[in-house]
């Protein structure tokens, strides 16, 4: 039973994580408006991401007997609260919406890179939807990164 308490808190993190993803996506595509339909499509398809990816992950959860995460974590709440006072200071233009969600992307992969490297025993199934949302958040990082260093050379 503790092993099961260990892995289903490792699990809640990962689902916190992605709810913060789908806040901070949400809050760039209100933050974007104005700024391109380019980045507002890309934000809410990492937003969608990030909701199955808690839905997989969730399902795991109660396949252990546990009960699912269905708030955000603590710092995520203050990353989203940094993402307003940014934006109150640098306005709402892409670069500073792009380097918030940067940080975010951060965030995610030492989430999922600390759940990974945990002591906690982890099965090899669940750790193959681990590994594969951590791929799949990797590419989405990436992406980001190419939007933000695009702009940067558009800007220079």
Known sequence: MIKNYELIEVLNDLIEINNDRVQGYEKATQETKNLGVDLQAIFHSLANDSRKYAAELTQEVNNLGGEAAR??????????????????????????????????????????????????????????????????????????????????????
Request: hydrophobic share 40%; aromatic share 6%.
């Open 71 to 156: 708030d955000t974590t603590t710092s995520g709440k203050i990353y989203r609260a940094w993402m307003d006072v940014k934006a109150a200071f640098a306005g709402h233009d892409r670069q500073s919406v792009l380097s918030s969600c940067d940080f975010g992307e951060d965030a995610a992969q030492k989430a999922y890179t600390t759940a990974l490297e945990s002591d906690t025993e982890i099965s090899a199934e669940i750790r193959k939807v681990i590994v594969s949302q951590q791929e799949n958040l990797k590419i989405a990082h990436n992406l980001i990164k190419q939007y933000r260093a695009l702009h940067e050379a558009l800007s220079a």
